[in-house]
């Protein structure tokens, strides 16, 4: 053997192996610098593949794990990157229980069936008269008042005033002195329709009862009436509505609640404040500790022909005090000689801070002052969609319904655009689907976008019922339905939106994948840096070449 060359071969390849050929190429150079950090790399595999002595068969079962692990990693990668731009926020359970008197009592707002007297209007005794032809029998006010009945009765009860005379005077052929000395249009106009609904309520708050935790109260210090889509209603503990509504609103209130309330959705009740905040508050739970309201309903006023499908007494719901009810879409029913008791229990929805750095459309929610509504002062989803139904009904009758707010520019719809408003409760939806569905409909739309509010109260009630009358003598002119709401339990667990990933958590996520798939750490990324930066400078400072020193061939 011939060691001599066998040694001059083996200082040559060590030779090389400390330096670079002086005719390298860069491409030469790449590669000596690339071997380099592999087989000083703590990223796992990689000196497994540039090591000499290595077979092609070992080399490439290294780098086909490699590059298995790389793929992994950045599906993994993928799938939190998405997870993070698509839901960065995250709902879940508090850690801790809520007492209910962080929260205010629910406000209740409860709606009489009988929505008229019968010294105002005989409802059947009218409605059988008109459907025989009879209207000339009928007095000017009741004729008008009926018509009024018309926005609340179902709608195949009522034609027109007018058009039942018009028709009338042609069947005979000959004018019928019915508006003599009248203005027809009377029956058409209701701006007064609110004194109307006042004038001729069926259910007086002086004939009423009330308890508030176990101390009898006067039904009028405690309920304030209100105007909504059923009509005159009385709620407890809502806040006022100059509270609730803009200085634009035009409607007419019937009477003024306490004002400037010491609860708002985004900050709660002021702290080290007890006794004598509002909206109330409740700090027992159990029957002892309810509201309790009974409201007696005449049984000559009781009408049965005026709705299908609906349970005479009352109906009661039951929203958080910053809301306009709607009691036509949620409430239920107590009906007449029943008492209905109300367990509730509330479900609050917090934020922590860092969800109000997200947009909304990321976080899914809005704060109470963030956005700015034409006609409320606070927004909650349930009064946006209320200012979103009242601008839908102005672009389509090109008036409002008695209950909405409106501006000065807004009339009240009369009696003759009660079939266009009808119309567009029926289009609404299908307005709402199509704004949903394409953006950029140019057809009426009422561009909502009503998110949910960031902070919000709901209230979730077990309901039971059972019989109970009214002693003598009311029990003889009277019908009885009652009403008991109170706390189930004195705490209750929250749910909280916070951040799916924090920074921390982001960066915690990422560096476990590549720590799993790789052995990736900060430490490796430092390898990286040393290699595109210090060990290439240290390299043309030490040597003249950025790859290493020039060794001749």
Request: proline fraction near 4%; aromatic fraction near 12%; glycine fraction near 4%.
């Given at each position: 053997?011939?060691?001599?060359?066998?040694?001059?071969?083996?200082?040559?390849?060590?030779?090389?192996?400390?330096?670079?050929?002086?005719?390298?190429?860069?491409?030469?150079?790449?590669?000596?610098?690339?071997?380099?950090?592999?087989?000083?790399?703590?990223?796992?595999?990689?000196?497994?593949?540039?090591?000499?002595?290595?077979?092609?068969?070992?080399?490439?079962?290294?780098?086909?794990?490699?590059?298995?692990?790389?793929?992994?990693?950045?599906?993994?990668?993928?799938?939190?990157?998405?997870?993070?731009?698509?839901?960065?926020?995250?709902?879940?359970?508090?850690?801790?229980?809520?007492?209910?008197?962080?929260?205010?009592?629910?406000?209740?707002?409860?709606?009489?069936?009988?929505?008229?007297?019968?010294?105002?209007?005989?409802?059947?005794?009218?409605?059988?008269?008109?459907?025989?032809?009879?209207?000339?029998?009928?007095?000017?006010?009741?004729?008008?008042?009926?018509?009024?009945?018309?926005?609340?009765?179902?709608?195949?009860?009522?034609?027109?005033?007018?058009?039942?005379?018009?028709?009338?005077?042609?069947?005979?052929?000959?004018?019928?002195?019915?508006?003599?000395?009248?203005?027809?249009?009377?029956?058409?106009?209701?701006?007064?329709?609110?004194?109307?609904?006042?004038?001729?309520?069926?259910?007086?708050l002086d004939k009423s009862y009330c308890t508030w935790m176990g101390v009898d109260l006067n039904c009028e210090d405690i309920l304030t009436p209100i105007l909504t889509d059923e009509g005159l209603c009385y709620t407890f503990n809502m806040l006022d509505v100059r509270d609730i509504y803009n200085d634009?609103?035009?409607?007419?209130?019937?009477?003024?609640?306490?004002?400037?309330?010491?609860?708002?959705?985004?900050?709660?009740?002021?702290?080290?404040?007890?006794?004598?905040?509002?909206?109330?508050?409740?700090?027992?739970?159990?029957?002892?500790?309810?509201?309790?309201?009974?409201?007696?309903?005449?049984?000559?006023?009781?009408?049965?022909?005026?709705?299908?499908?609906?349970?005479?007494?009352?109906?009661?719901?039951?929203?958080?005090?910053?809301?306009?009810?709607?009691?036509?879409?949620?409430?239920?029913?107590?009906?007449?000689?029943?008492?209905?008791?109300?367990?509730?229990?509330?479900?609050?929805?917090?934020?922590?801070?860092?969800?109000?750095?997200?947009?909304?459309?990321?976080?899914?929610?809005?704060?109470?002052?963030?956005?700015?509504?034409?006609?409320?002062?606070?927004?909650?989803?349930?009064?946006?969609?209320?200012?979103?139904?009242?601008?839908?009904?102005?672009?389509?009758?090109?008036?409002?319904?008695?209950?909405?707010?409106?501006?000065?520019?807004?009339?009240?719809?009369?009696?003759?655009?009660?079939?266009?408003?009808?119309?567009?409760?029926?289009?609404?939806?299908?307005?709402?689907?199509?704004?949903?569905?394409?953006?950029?409909?140019?057809?009426?739309?009422?561009?909502?976008?009503?998110?949910?509010?960031?902070?919000?109260?709901?209230?979730?009630?077990?309901?039971?019922?059972?019989?109970?009358?009214?002693?003598?003598?009311?029990?003889?002119?009277?019908?009885?339905?009652?009403?008991?709401?109170?706390?189930?339990?004195?705490?209750?667990?929250?749910?909280?939106?916070?951040?799916?990933?924090?920074?921390?958590?982001?960066?915690?996520?990422?560096?476990?994948?590549?720590?799993?798939?790789?052995?990736?750490?900060?430490?490796?990324?430092?390898?990286?840096?040393?290699?595109?930066?210090?060990?290439?400078?240290?390299?043309?400072?030490?040597?003249?070449?950025?790859?290493?020193?020039?060794?001749?061939?």
């Open positions: 053997m011939n060691l001599e060359g066998e040694n001059e071969v083996n200082l040559k390849e060590r030779k090389y192996s400390l330096g670079i050929p002086e005719k390298a190429t860069f491409w030469d150079g790449v590669k000596k610098h690339v071997k380099s950090y592999c087989e000083v790399s703590s990223i796992q595999g990689l000196n497994y593949m540039v090591k000499d002595g290595v077979t092609w068969f070992e080399r490439f079962w290294w780098i086909f794990v490699f590059i298995l692990c790389i793929g992994g990693c950045s599906y993994m990668v993928f799938e939190v990157v998405e997870k993070w731009i698509t839901t960065p926020v995250l709902v879940t359970l508090a850690t801790k229980e809520t007492s209910i008197h962080q929260v205010p009592f629910p406000a209740v707002t409860i709606c009489p069936e009988t929505k008229i007297s019968r010294s105002c209007l005989n409802y059947t005794e009218t409605l059988k008269k008109r459907r025989r032809g009879d209207v000339l029998e009928v007095e000017f006010e009741e004729n008008l008042n009926f018509d009024y009945m018309s926005l609340l009765c179902k709608t195949e009860n009522h034609r027109s005033t007018t058009d039942l005379i018009n028709e009338a005077a042609a069947a005979i052929n000959e004018t019928i002195p019915y508006f003599e000395g009248r203005d027809p249009t009377e029956l058409l106009k209701l701006d007064d329709y609110s004194d109307f609904l006042d004038k001729c309520k069926s259910v007086s634009v609103n035009q409607m007419r209130y019937y009477k003024e609640g306490r004002r400037n309330p010491d609860w708002s959705p985004d900050e709660g009740y002021p702290e080290g404040v007890i006794n004598d905040v509002y909206p109330r508050r409740a700090f027992l739970n159990g029957a002892k500790n309810s509201l309790i309201v009974v409201l007696l309903t005449k049984k000559s006023d009781i009408v049965y022909s005026c709705r299908d499908f609906a349970l005479q007494g009352i109906r009661v719901s039951l929203h958080m005090p910053a809301r306009i009810p709607r009691p036509s879409q949620v409430f239920f029913s107590v009906g007449l000689d029943r008492l209905t008791s109300v367990a509730v229990t509330p479900t609050l929805m917090t934020t922590t801070p860092t969800v109000k750095e997200y947009e909304p459309q990321e976080r899914n929610c809005y704060y109470g002052t963030e956005r700015k509504l034409k006609f409320f002062k606070l927004y909650t989803q349930s009064n946006c969609n209320l200012e979103c139904w009242t601008n839908y009904t102005i672009q389509y009758c090109g008036c409002s319904h008695f209950y909405m707010p409106r501006d000065a520019n807004t009339s009240i719809c009369s009696l003759n655009k009660r079939f266009c408003l009808e119309e567009a409760r029926v289009n609404y939806p299908l307005s709402i689907l199509t704004e949903r569905l394409k953006k950029d409909s140019k057809e009426i739309t009422s561009h909502c976008d009503c998110l949910p509010i960031c902070t919000d109260v709901k209230y979730n009630a077990e309901i039971s019922s059972g019989k109970w009358e009214v002693n003598a003598p009311l029990s003889e002119e009277y019908r009885a339905s009652a009403v008991k709401v109170f706390f189930k339990n004195s705490y209750f667990l929250p749910t909280e939106k916070s951040e799916l990933y924090g920074i921390t958590d982001f960066i915690s996520n990422i560096g476990g994948i590549l720590g799993l798939f790789t052995g990736f750490s900060l430490f490796s990324l430092a390898e990286i840096i040393y290699f595109l930066s210090v060990r290439v400078i240290e390299n043309y400072r030490r040597y003249g070449y950025w790859a290493g020193e020039r060794v001749s061939d």
